[in-house]
């Protein structure tokens, strides 16, 4: 039976968003390949115990290579007894003006981490370290896609539903080849889920169904840190939400600065 079901997530929290604490060094050693915050661990979990619950037990798990996406998904490939497939298809996307463009660790290095990490598999595509506009990386989430349906359609029959793990832009791309919208709005919370359905006799790229669309109602703390082509910035679903947690922090940061000054005896504010 042909692959009729593709959940994608991306990744968690990352550690270099978080403010509160010194960052954390890249484990791999490869800059702009950073680990999750412990907020993004917690994250995690809470999408790999929501996922073992809802997955058939014979499934693929796929990932980006980087380390944030195999930390995210680990657990669930513990859960269920599954390889992950690090797929560089599935890697972030990186403009040509940028400056670097990361190279995710070989599998044996991404091994020594998650020890669940196929040695044996090929990557489908690896992309430029030139770069790559956005049409090209809708041109490899079509072709990454297409090639990954079809193996398991050719070589692993038993597998109907297939797990990605993955990066916001590349997951925008993702969605957009398998509903064959372009212009297609994905939600990219970190954690978050979309759920796409192929039709039972036809899962041919641009033909699926999106059931969900960045679901987050597995997380404690909803959808956080969406981001999208259009503005290149992170924004929050509850805005009034992020605004009292705003104006509570700053009127906590107040509250110590005035007790620092009474202490003190400096009464000028």
Known sequence: MPVQRIYIARHGFRSNWD???????????IDGDPPLSAHGEEQAHELCLYLSKVLPNDV????????????????????????????????????????????AAPNDVLRSFFPRVSLDYEPIAVPSTDGETIEELHERARFVLASAIRDCNENHPTITTVVICAHAATIIALGRALVGDDSFDVRTGTCSISVYEADPSENGIGKWKCRENG?????????????????????????HAYQERM??????????????VVADGNIEI
């Open 215 to 239: 679901s987050a109602s597995h997380l404690s703390g909803g959808e956080e840190r969406h981001w999208g082509f259009d503005t290149g910035q992170y924004d929050f679903l509850d805005a």
């Open 60 to 103: 693929r798990i796929y990932s980006s290579p980087f380390y944030r996406c195999l930390q995210t998904i680990c657990e669930l490939a513990d859960l269920l007894r599954h390889d992950i497939l690090p797929e560089n298809g599935f890697g972030e996307w990186y403009g040509r003006t940028r400056k670097t463009h990361p190279r």
């Open 247 to 260: 104006d509570s922090y700053h009127v906590s940061l107040a509250s110590v600065a005035v007790s620092d």
């Open 19 to 29: 403010t509160t604490v010194p960052p954390k060094p890249a484990p791999t050693g």
